[in-house]
């Protein structure tokens, strides 16, 4: 893997859902329907091992897209709404 290859993946994912309210508690909730959904479908091979590590990438997952769209959305909203005026 590359380095910063997940940061890059991670800050593509928050511009493009600048739209979308991401607060912790709606982060808690996709992920523990996230991981129901994986225990249904693969069953005892989603280990307690393969929980935390997909646990950890949700969480920090998430926890960009609360910082992204809480630092850049307002910014972001700002440019387009000059390019719109000039345009």
Do not use: C
Request: hydrophobic share 45%; glycine share 6%.
């Amino acid at each position: 893997p590359k380095p910063g290859a997940l940061k890059t993946a991670v800050e593509t994912i928050g511009f493009q859902h600048l739209d979308v309210e991401v607060t912790s508690v709606r982060m808690d909730v996709f992920r523990e329907a996230i991981f129901e959904l994986f225990e249904q479908e693969v069953g005892p091979k989603f280990t307690t091992k393969a929980r935390f590590g997909f646990q950890i990438l949700l969480n920090y997952t998430g926890g960009a897209l609360i910082f992204i769209r809480r630092e850049y959305a307002s910014r972001i909203r700002i440019i387009q709404n000059s390019w719109n005026s000039a345009n």
